[in-house]
């Protein structure tokens, strides 16, 4: 019978077996509850999620989930920097090979139908020469038409939006906050956005 300590060491390659028998008993990583990654709801499409392992010589990869109910909760690993769902964009992300993930949720109809339900989950896969762990999962869920990031739609955001709808372009030097507004991703501030804004703005609070 192999002892629970030689085990793990059977899997490794020759100098990583000697360097784990030279540090003693081999240990593989964990992930307490404050080291685990922490949902998110955020204004302004962007999130970062974080990772705090034990351990040392570990790995990481990102897994992202979209929460279809016909992919019966499969789980990516991360090979892009670019999210797709049915041929569609909807995220940009960096870090997938570290403890810190950065997403940027795509703006437009489209994309961000998929964060204002709270369905995009990411989890971290640890791994060292002696084990994996993966971390419990986070969500994703952005409020895109919060404009003052006060977690509610209200009349402080309704007159920003009324503000970028008179100006109209996106390109004016003029337009407040990055164009924000432009919720439809179509370099103006236009009837689709007001569409999309008078939703989120009877709906008052953020998903």
């Known amino acids: ?60 990869q990102w897994q992202y989930t979209l929460g279809r109910s016909n992919d019966g909760g499969l ?16 995220a940009n992300v960096s870090g997938g090979g570290t403890n810190t993930l950065r997403v940027r949720a795509l703006a437009g109809p489209a994309a961000l139908a998929y964060y204002g339900r709270s369905i995009v989950r ?5 791994t060292n020469p002696c084990g994996t762990v993966t971390s419990e999962p986070a969500s994703f869920s952005v409020c895109h038409a919060d404009f003052t990031c006060d977690g509610m739609v209200d009349d402080s955001d309704f007159v920003r939006f009324a503000t970028a709808y008179e ?15 432009d919720m439809s991703a179509d370099g ?6 007001f569409v999309l804004f008078a939703a989120a703005y009877d709906a008052l609070s953020c998903p």
């Open 75 to 90: 789980w990516n690993d991360w090979e892009e920097i670019l999210i797709h769902d049915l041929d569609k964009p909807i």
């Open 1 to 60: 019978m192999i002892s629970r300590t030689l085990a793990p060491l059977l899997a490794c390659s020759v100098g990583t077996c000697v360097a784990a028998l030279a540090a003693g008993p081999c240990e593989p990583p964990s992930i307490p509850p404050a080291g685990q990654p922490v949902s998110t709801a955020a204004c302004n499409l962007v999130a970062t999620f974080t990772v705090a392992a034990s351990g040392s010589s570990a790995s990481y």
């Open 167 to 181: 100006i109209l372009e996106c390109a004016s030097p003029i337009m407040p906050g990055g164009c924000s507004a």
């Open 188 to 193: 103006s501030v236009d009837d689709a956005d």
């Open 122 to 126: 990411f989890r971290c896969v640890v």
